[in-house]
């Protein structure tokens, strides 16, 4: 406010600014240990040779709270670190006096061990913010799982939802990829018993978890566990018996699921409105996932989004049960760039005085209706959930990284892109300046009629 106050009044006022030159001699000042009174020494319980740092009480004190209390009464300090934080211990040292650090993917959680081990809060939060931007940046052995594991160790419950969402999101890339066989038994059943796990069936996702099964080895009842959280009855009959005779994994735990494939296979032969009158059906056993295969939906590639209004129509099978395997349902949506609210719109009046000006383009928002382009007796005791996925390209791959969902009595999503800016090539909404879209639709059975066991 006071350098406010000193320019204003000044029209030739300016800012000499040479914080550039002041960073640089701090960098000289550590690298050449030009008036140091402080030595640190890092050492390794792998390793009998220690690294030596000539460093400087009042910038590591300015920094950490840590180090102000540990250079109170001493001026060199022996420091031990294990073999993967002391790697980047330069690194550190010299954020505390240049304020920048520079990380790479495998860095970032022993950097934000350091950062939280001497209370360096402003490169904690940093670190924490890079992880949440990076969790589609590739790597040769993968990372979101790890950083999942380490969020959770370390009570960070923003980082560990934003792991968990990309894993729902984005499955099927980690499902074959070498983190998978790392994934924890919390973290798996954490991932099976969500209802928005995004891959291209159930199947995939039952040979994903016996993969894992085979591979980790787990006690019987967490192998059964794992196994009663698949949905058997969105997987189709002739899979079902393929499994039965082939699957090692089912062979050895058959014992654990012989209920659910009895019932997955009752769920199939007969018709739905009289097997939801004897089982209940409202429940995530018979709720499908965000499967990608194309009887539940269709990919939309919308070019030029912000140009005008756009519609197609697309098919998909009336449920998941066999009964319903030959029956269809057509889909027509419409996608509108600049659709104004009602609240928005302009009102006219007899007064020319009193009527409202005209709402401009951008006052409006995207807009996306899917309607069933008819009616059906079959729809009775069936309701349609729709999610629309937006797949964005980060880190040079195409992922999700947007979910709407409908509510089951609307054709559209209130907030569908209501924080997009799609009048901008580089919104992140957009690839080569195209919205490209994946419509699912959910049906979902209600119990219509309850019969006493």
Request: contains cysteine; charged residues 20%.
């Amino acid at each position: 406010a006071a350098q406010k106050a000193d320019l204003s009044g000044d029209g030739s006022a300016a800012t000499i600014n040479h914080s550039l030159t002041l960073l640089q001699r701090l960098q000289e000042l550590l690298q050449n240990g030009n008036g140091s009174d402080t030595v640190l020494r890092v050492r390794t319980a792998a390793s009998d040779e220690a690294k030596v740092f000539h460093t400087h009480q009042l910038l590591l004190s300015l920094q950490s709270e840590v180090f102000e209390s540990l250079l109170r009464n001493q001026s060199v300090v022996t420091l031990h670190e294990p073999p993967e934080t002391a790697a980047l211990f330069e690194k550190f040292i010299r954020y505390l006096y240049c304020g920048g650090v520079s990380i790479l993917l495998h860095q970032a959680i022993p950097m934000h061990q350091l950062a939280s081990k001497y209370r360096v809060w402003g490169l904690q939060r940093g670190v924490t913010d890079y992880m949440k931007t990076h969790l589609a940046s590739e790597s040769s052995q993968g990372h979101v799982v790890g950083w999942y594991h380490y969020a959770v160790r370390i009570g960070d419950a923003a980082l560990q939802e934003s792991c968990l969402q990309f894993l729902a999101w984005n499955l099927s890339a980690v499902l074959g990829s070498a983190e998978w066989g790392s994934v924890s038994v919390e973290l798996l059943l954490l991932l099976l018993e969500r209802s928005d796990l995004v891959l291209h069936s159930e199947l995939e996702l039952y040979t994903a978890v016996e993969s894992w099964l085979s591979r980790r080895q787990p006690e019987e009842p967490v192998a059964a566990r794992v196994l009663r959280a698949i949905r058997y009855p969105m997987i189709a009959p002739s899979q079902l018996f393929r499994l039965q005779a082939q699957s090692p994994v089912l062979a050895r735990h058959h014992g654990a699921v012989q209920d659910l494939l009895f019932q997955a296979f009752q769920f199939h032969a007969a018709s739905p409105l009289h097997f939801a009158k004897y089982f209940d059906v409202n429940c995530s056993m018979f709720l499908p996932r965000n499967y990608l295969a194309p009887s539940w939906g269709s990919q939309w590639v919308i070019n030029n989004p912000a140009r005008d209004d756009r519609s197609t129509s697309f098919q998909t099978q009336l449920g998941p049960s066999s009964h319903d395997a030959g029956k269809r349902v057509t889909w027509n949506v419409l996608f509108s760039p600049r659709w104004l609210p009602v609240s928005l719109r302009p009102v006219y009046s007899d007064s020319v005085s009193s009527a409202v000006q005209p709402a401009r383009i951008e006052d409006g928002r995207p807009r996306l209706v899917i309607t069933p382009a008819m009616s059906s007796p079959d729809f009775a005791g069936v309701s349609f959930q729709k999610t629309v996925l937006v797949g964005v390209r980060q880190q040079g791959r195409v992922l999700v990284k947007h979910a709407y969902s409908f509510h089951q009595s609307s054709d559209e999503a209130a907030d569908f892109l209501a924080h997009a800016d799609l009048q901008k090539r580089t919104s992140e909404y957009l690839i080569d300046n195209s919205l490209h879209l994946h419509i699912i639709i959910k049906p979902v059975y209600h119990s219509l009629i309850k019969v006493k066991k």
